[in-house]
């Protein structure tokens, strides 16, 4: 049977008298809050350093079990003796609560397929860059080539890259041609990059933006 401390009491019964609900909706409730108050700590479990065993001074707490079975309020003795005749660890695992919650497991395990986990999500973390690519209106068939295979390079790494007109002179009549150049270029990159930004002319530069396609 789950005890409710005397503020629980206080706080479940406000909302029942506020409500002014029925019997079933009132059991329900009860059940909903004692359900937050017991498990509301146990699916985030901090990636702080946890108190373990006899670190742990609250004389009273909430005990779930190994296999997640809530065992209710016990004194922090029978849940070290519970704990240690499993051979497994008592771990605070919610602190904030009232009273605080503990957890029988393997905390030395845990550890380990923690630091497993933020291991593996580091190993996945790719910083994306911004690459530049510069052509020009007059860029050439082999300088137009090997800009795209820089692109595809850059790409293929997982950066972003700008890709870059500037116009000169007379060429800021003829801002045509420049949005030609960026559309076959955006044309032959499609097949490894989406264009995030289409071309723009800004002042003299002309500027679009290239992403990675999502992984499948």
């Known amino acids: 049977m789950v005890v409710l401390s005397p503020m629980e009491h206080r706080f479940h019964g406000s909302i029942l008298c506020l409500l002014d609900i029925d019997a079933q909706v009132e059991v329900f409730l009860l059940a909903l809050y004692t359900f937050i108050i017991l498990c ?17 001074r609250d004389k009273e707490l909430r005990l779930i079990d190994s296999d997640g079975t809530q065992l209710g309020v016990v004194s922090i003795g029978k849940a070290l003796d519970l704990a240690s005749e499993k051979n497994l660890d008592l771990v605070k695992i919610a602190p904030q609560a009232n009273p605080v919650v503990c957890k029988i497991m393997d905390y030395g395990k ?21 690459k530049e690519i510069r052509l020009s209106l007059n860029i050439d068939t082999h300088d137009f080539n090997t800009k795209l295979k820089h692109a595809s390079r850059f790409i293929g790494d997982g950066n972003k890259v700008k890709v870059s007109i500037r116009f000169r002179g007379r060429e800021m009549g003829h801002p045509e041609l420049g949005f030609d150049t960026m559309n076959k270029f955006a044309e032959q990159c499609s097949e490894f990059a989406n264009v995030e930004k289409t071309a723009k002319l800004d002042g003299r530069n002309m500027l679009m933006f290239l992403a990675p396609k999502p992984s499948k």
């Open 110 to 130: 845990y550890r380990f397929e923690q630091a497993k986990r933020e291991k593996e999500a580091k190993k996945n973390q790719r910083i994306m860059d911004l």
């Open 40 to 56: 509301g700590g146990a699916f985030n479990i901090s990636n702080k350093e946890l108190q373990i065993n006899e670190e742990i």
